[in-house]
Nanobody
């Protein structure tokens, strides 16, 4: 079983930055694609960013492109989401997800393992 634990959320002023971390268990972390999703109150869960097992391929939703950066450190079994130039509309619970695939899924239905989420609140 794979366990994912997010951290790094909090309250930040618009224009500020946060770095989310997702620590994963297991000996095969490097073989998993990793993704970040978010869910705001009253909204559906949406894709934010994803990274391949190799770390070479990344995808971002248009609304965060140029502001967010996903990365991974397989030696530490950790994936990161660096969030810069934050906007109030970025406020949501952020979830990390993992799946053993060489692809880079951008839909939540492709991911089998999920963290519990971390709250990000961006004030105006």
């Amino acid at each position: 079983q794979v366990q994912l634990v997010e951290s790094g959320g909090g309250l930040v002023q618009a224009g500020g930055s946060l770095r989310l971390s997702c620590a994963a268990s297991g000996r095969t972390f490097s073989s998993y694609a990793m993704g970040w999703f978010r869910q705001a109150p009253g909204k559906e869960r949406e894709f934010v960013a994803a990274i391949s097992w190799s770390g070479i391929t990344t995808y971002y939703v248009d609304s965060v492109k140029g502001r967010f950066t996903i990365s991974r450190d397989n030696a530490k079994n950790t994936v990161y989401l660096q969030m810069n130039s934050l906007k109030p509309e970025d406020t949501a619970v952020y979830y990390c997800a993992a799946d053993r695939t060489t692809a880079v899924p951008t839909t939540q239905y492709a991911y089998n393992y999920w963290g519990q989420g971390t709250q990000v609140t961006v004030s105006s």
